[in-house]
């Protein structure tokens, strides 16, 4: 069973925590609750559960009471609490970047993203943590230090959305925003055992403000189950003209696909994405265990996987890139406090010769093609988050997996790199735990501009598993 390794826990913070963000926002409508009650009960759970996580570690309680008394009548939140990533602008607010020169920054304007949720009616109550600039998967920076996982608080929560699927986890929020690069949005909510989306580029903008017509590092929604993330998609989505590859807000919402009936669903399942990373046997059981599961259901599962070559080295290209155009262009004082491995970064985008760039977008363009033509008889491709589980908190990145040596620290993120090479919407959504009581992610990546098929999906899973989404105490574990 999928659930079996899952450990007792308590939940002791206010009542409203741990209703879904579309309960909470049911209540709002209703009267039943007032944007001030819940910044109360946010803020309180805030103060009970941040000595164990150091989750949130920026807060705005007075912009945040002033935004819920100048709140519009109707609006698609109506005033729910919600947090924001250390690496988007909130006016007013202390935004560092996780960089020692940045430490006391606070800029005037918000990114569109946090205009956005805000004109949708969510109240920023502060800022998660994140490794410096987003750079690694487990979240820890020299301004704030490192963010624990709250299923085993010896272990790390990913990165770098780290903050933020904790935040999550705990009940500090009901909807967090996140973003994703190497699986910046993805590992988190797989370690933390919450749900995240790297939507399609543009449906909830595009790249960092100086680069914004980059598609690789964008922003996206989590929650603590699909229905919530299907509505702060829809809060999150909509053209702005500072972005220019914005889209358009659909004509039907999100969370309105999820409504309808599902149809068959239609798996491709592969374990170690057709030999590409290593994994991990618990991994492997745990997946293996949760595809079980789906067939049980009626969902028809199909061990396969397109072939997918360069795909390593187009992947690496691309984020050099993006580190080359964004991180290399910051001011000399931010760069001389960068740490070793966000400096290597910088170094390996500078290097890149124009050749390597060039074949990059041609071998883009043609793994997109092998991925949509294969989504064409699938709905969906289940891969792991990762291929093994949480780590040491205070390691920076795992360097074996599955007795297999990584040549390179990104290496054990591996499985991120076909979503964002492609440009498609991939879910990461808890399926199960390790024997120890650690959370199992796993990815479904969807067709071009799927999102609405695959919440579907994704739905379909997390009602055939049907694990508890509701937020937890923090845990200390054996280890620590």
Known sequence: MTREHRPETTFTGPEPCAWTARAAVAALRKGEVTPAELLDAAFARIDQVEPAVNAMPTLCPDRAREAAAALPFDTLLAGLPVSIKDLSAVSGVRTTWGNAALADHVPERSDPIVDRIERSGGIVTGKTNTPEFGAGGSTFNAVFGATRNPWNTARNAGGSSGGAAVSLATGEAWLA??????????????????????????????????????????????????????????????????????????????????????????????????????????????????????????????????????????????????????????????????????????????????????????????????????????????????????????????????????????????????????????????????????????????????????LQVALALEQALALPATPIDPMKGADG
């Open 177 to 454: 925003q996140g973003s994703d690069l190497a699986g910046s949005l993805r590992t988190p909510a797989g370690y933390c055992g919450v749900v995240g989306l790297r939507p399609s580029p543009g449906r909830c903008g595009g790249g960092p403000g100086i680069a914004a017509f980059l598609m690789e590092g964008i922003s996206g929604p989590m929650a603590r189950d699909v229905a919530d993330l299907a509505l702060f998609l829809d809060a999150m989505t909509g053209f702005d003209p500072r972005e220019p590859i914005s889209l358009p807000a659909p004509a039907t919402p999100f969370r309105n696909a999820l409504e309808a009936p599902p149809g068959p669903i239609r798996i491709a399942f592969s374990d170690d994405q057709g030999g590409f990373a290593p994994v991990e046997p618990v991994i492997r059981e745990t997946l293996a265990a949760a595809m079980a599961v789906a067939e049980g259901a009626g969902m028809q599962v199909t061990e396969t996987c397109p072939d997918l070559p360069v795909l390593y080295d187009t992947y690496t290209t691309l984020r050099g890139l993006h580190y080359g155009t964004v991180l290399a262009a910051q001011p000399a004082h931010v760069q001389a406090e960068y740490k070793e491995t966000l400096r290597r970064n910088v170094e390996f985008g500078l290097a890149l010769s124009a050749e390597r760039l060039f074949a990059a977008q041609r071998h883009r363009t043609d793994l997109y093609h092998r991925m949509r033509l294969f989504l064409q008889d699938h709905d969906v491709l289940a891969l792991p988050v990762t291929g093994l589980p949480p780590g040491p908190v205070d390691e920076e990145y795992p360097t074996v997996v599955d007795g297999h040596t990584l040549p390179d620290y990104l290496d054990w993120l591996r499985f991120s790199f076909l979503a964002t090479t492609t440009g498609l919407p991939a879910l990461a959504m808890p399926c199960g735990f390790t024997p120890d009581g650690l959370p199992v992610g796993l990815q479904l990546i969807g067709p071009p501009r799927g999102e609405a098929r695959l």
